[in-house]
Nanobody, 122 residues
Framework: QVQLVESGGGLVQAGGSLRLACAASGSTFSINFMGWYRQAPGAQRQLVAVKGSGGTTYYAESVQGRFTISRDNAKNTVYLQMNSLKPEDTAVYYC????????????????WGRGTQVTVSS
């Protein structure tokens, strides 16, 4: 089993920045990919960004150029630097982790964190 704990959410004005972190513990040897998802009220959970242990990176089109995902493999931690935030970025952000990219891109990672709220005011 793998446990994921997110941190770094909060309230920020439009145009501002936030940095999220997700630390993994437990059977981390089973994880190849770590990523971020978000879910706004009344909407489906959607993939934001994924980072593989070998460097593979994916971003949703809506965040390209504004968000940067990074990973510290030694610390089993993935980060999401969010710049130029917009009100439409408001959501609960979840960390996900798993062995296969295909599961990650289908928003079906093997492991989920509990989520952290990000609110962007206009």
């Amino acid at each position: 089993q793998v446990q994921l704990v997110e941190s770094g959410g909060g309230l920020v004005q439009a145009g501002g920045s936030l940095r999220l972190a997700c630390a993994a513990s437990g059977s981390t040897f089973s994880i190849n990919f770590m990523g971020w998802y978000r879910q706004a009220p009344g909407a489906q959970r959607q993939l934001v960004a994924v980072k593989g242990s070998g460097g593979t990176t994916y971003y949703a089109e809506s965040v390209q150029g504004r968000f940067t995902i990074s990973r510290d493999n030694a610390k089993n931690t993935v980060y999401l630097q969010m710049n130029s935030l917009k009100p439409e970025d408001t959501a609960v952000y979840y960390c996900g982790a798993g062995a296969r990219m295909s599961y990650m891109t289908r928003a079906s990672p093997e492991y989920w964190g509990r989520g952290t709220q990000v609110t962007v005011s206009s």
